[in-house]
């Protein structure tokens, strides 16, 4: 099993930032992908941005130039610093672990979410 705890969310205006942090532990295979996705009432939950254990990165178009996702392995902890926030990025931003092996996934974590709210 693998616990992910989520933090950094608040409320902040439009231009602002935020630094989520995404803490993992317990069963994490060497080869993994962490991402992190978002979600509004009502809507699917989508892809933000996600990195893999070999450092590669992925960003969906409407963060690209303003967040930046980034991993501590001596601390098990991937961060998403957001810059420039606008307020359809008011969202609960979740965390997503998936251990992989032969390319293959063998296990999918979620983190209970962190409240994001981008307001004047």
């Known amino acids: 099993q693998v616990q992910l705890v989520e933090s950094g969310g608040g409320s902040v205006q439009p231009g602002g930032t935020l630094r989520l942090s995404c803490a993992a532990s317990?069963?994490?295979?060497?080869?993994?992908?962490v991402g992190w996705y978002r979600q509004v009432p009502g809507q699917q939950r989508e892809l933000v941005a996600q990195?893999?254990?070999?450092?590669?990165?992925n960003y969906a178009d409407f963060v690209k130039g303003r967040f930046s996702i980034s991993r501590d392995g001596a601390k098990n902890t991937v961060y998403l610093q957001m810059n420039s926030l606008k307020p359809e990025d008011t969202a609960v931003y979740y965390c997503?672990?998936?251990?992989?092996?032969?390319?293959?996934?063998?296990?999918?974590?979620w983190g209970q979410g962190t409240q994001v709210t981008v307001s004047s």
């Open positions: 317990g069963r994490i295979f060497s080869n993994n992908v």
């Open positions: 990195i893999a254990s070999s450092g590669s990165t």
């Open positions: 997503k672990l998936v251990n992989t092996l032969f390319r293959k996934d063998v296990g999918t974590y």
